[in-house]
C-alpha cells in the first residue's frame, strides 16, 4: 500500500479564523495572532510545540533553506505489532505530519552564515528516534564536517524509537560517534532543547552541545513519567526536569525564548571560530580529526602500547584537502548523493541489516 | 522457529507453552539473580584484579564496578555492572541500577586503558540507569551520552559481553565496542520489557508481548547484526556453574583480543566508528516528499498564513520498499 504524501503537514493547517486554549494560562488565543508570535502566548509566553518546518522557517533565513534526504524512508524490520502494527503507526504519521519520518535536515542560512541544521518533528511519533532519524541527524552532522560549518539540533522528541528495537538503541551511538568526530574537528554544535527532549535524545547528541539551550518551561529528562513511576514510587516537585532546572543543576547553559533563540545563536556562532592555526594543515599528514587525535594519542602513549602505539602517523586513507572532512561514509552520506563508498552505503536502497 | 532463535537446550522436560512464554522464560533467566556477575567471573576468568573507585568528582557508584585485571597474562581495564546476588548485596548495589557516577568512573577507568596500552573489557548486566531524581539531576544523560561517545573514539580495543540485562541507554553507556558477546539466556532491548509495555500497552501486564516484539533474546539480537556472537552456557544456565562460564567467556574474549591487538589503532578506530555509523535499516523512497520545496516558503512571514491549500495536494510518491516486513 504505497502513501502518497501531501505536500504539507496537514496539522499546520491551523485553521486561522479558530481559536486555541493555551494550557498556560487558559486564555483563548486567536490562531493567527499566535502564529504572528511564533506560537508563544502573548499572555503567559507559554511556548507551543511547533513542527519541524516550522521552526526551520523560525531560525533559516528566508529562501535559504535546502531540505536534503527528505527521502529516507524507514522500515518496520522487526514486523513490530503493539496495540496497532509499526507499518500502520508510520503510514498515519506520515498523511498527517506530511513527513517520511520525525526529522528534518538541510542546509541555510541563519543570520547569513551557513549552517547545517536538524530539527525534529514532536508530532511524527512523539519525535521518537528510529533509524531514519538518527541517519539524518548523523549526515547534518557529517555535512557539517564536511563543510566545515557550524551544526545545529532542534530536538522535540520522547526518545529512541521502541519499535525499532536495538537498532533504535544504536541510534545513540551513531549520532554521538558523529558528534564526537565534529568536536575533535573544532566545529561549533549548539543544541536546542525543546519540550520535550526525553529518553535517548537527551542522553545522546541532545545533552552534550557546546552550548545547550533550552526553551522556557521544556521538560527535559531521561527517565520517563510512566517509567520511573512504575520502577520507583518518587513523588516529583513542581517544575521538576524542566527547562530551570536543568540551568540550576548545570547541563543547560541558557534558557532563551523562541523570539529570540535565532538571534542567540547568531551570537553564539559569532565566538564559536576555530582558529586558523587549527585549520592549516600540518606538513606530514594533513589535517583530519583522527589523524589529529591519532598524533596527539600516540604523542601520549609512546611505545607503551605496543602495536596498537605505532600507529600515529598512518590514518590510512585519511583525508587530505585539508578540510576536515571524513572519508568514506562521512562526505558521501554527507551530500544526501550517496557515490557508495564506505560502510554507511550500504544502508543505501534495499533495507539491509545494520 | 522460536527455540532456535533462543538457541538453547532446556534441560527441563517441561518446554514452555507457548512461544511467548518461551521469550519470556528466557527473560527471566537473564534475570535470575544467582546468574554471575562482574565480580562473580573475574573470580574465575582473571589471575589478578584491582578494583578502583570513585569518580573523583561526586561519589562511587556501587553498581558499576571497574579495575584493572590481568587474565591470561594480558593487562585489562575491566568494567561491569555489578547487582547482588541476595538481598543484602542488592541493597548495598542499589538493585545493579547505576547513577552517573558510576559511567563517569567508568569513563575514567577508560582513559587509563588508553593512555596504558590496556583493552577494554566490559560486563553488561542491568535493567536501565536508576530512573530517579538523584540520578536525574546529577546528569544521567549527560553521563551516559558521554560515555558512549568516549567508546565510539576510544583508542584501545573494547570488547563488550553481555551477560544479562542489556537495557536501554544505561546499558550502551557501557557497551559500545569493537565486538559485543552475549551469554545465550542474555536479553538486549531498547527498553525493558516492562517500560515498553507500559508506554505502548500503558499496561506493565503485556510485558511479555512487548519481549516478543522487541526481539529481545541474545539469539535475535545476534540475527539482528547487534551480537556478533552469542556464548552458550553450561547445564542449566550460567548460575548453575560460574567456573565454566567464566572460561567460555575468557576464551571468546581472549580470541577475539588476538585479532584485534593486531589492528592499528586508526583501522580499530574507524572500523568501530563505521560499525555504529551503519546500524538502522531504511530504504530510500523513490522521490523527495516534497521535492521544489515550496519556493514561495521563505519570502511568508514567518509561522503558518492562511494562503495554504486546505486541500493538500498529492504526490506520486511511490516507494521502493514497503513499509511492512521487508526483512522477513
Ligand atoms: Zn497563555
New binding site residues.
Partial sequence: MPVRLPFRPRRDAYPPDLWTK??????M?FNKQLDKTMRV??????HFRISARTRIEQLIDAGTFVERDADLQPVDSLGFVDSKPYADRLVAAQLSTGLRDAAIWGIGQLDGRRVSICAMDFWFMGGSMGSVVGEKIARAGEAALAERIPLIIVSSSGGARMQEGTYSLMQLAKTMGVVERIKAARIPYISILTDPTTGGTFASFAVVGDVNIAEPNALIRFAGDRVSAGTIGEELPPGYARAEFWVSHGFVDRIVPRAKLRDEIATLLSFLVAPATALEPPPPTGFSPRSFLSALTGALTGEGSGSMGQTANGAPGASTNGNGSLNGNGTSNGTGESSGDGSGAANQGEASRG | MVDRLLGRAHPEPSQPASPTAAVWAHVQQARNLKRPHTLELLKFMAEEFVELHGDRVFGDDSAIVAGLAKISGRRIAVIGFQKGQDTEENIRRNFGLPHPEGYRKANRIMDLAERFGMPVLTFVDVQGAFPGAAAEERGIAEAIATSIGIMTRLRTPIVVVITGEGGSGGALGLAVGDCVLALENSIYAVISPEGCATILWRSAEQSQQAAVAMKVTAGEQHELGIVDEVIPEPGAGAHTDTAETARRIRDAVNARLDVLTKLSLDELVEARFNRYRAYGPYTVADRPAAPAERPGLGDKLRGLLPGRPSVPQMLGTRRNGQPGRGEE
Fill in positions: 493555551c494550557p498556560g494560562c487558559s486564555e488565543l502566548c502573548p499572555h503567559c509566553s507559554h
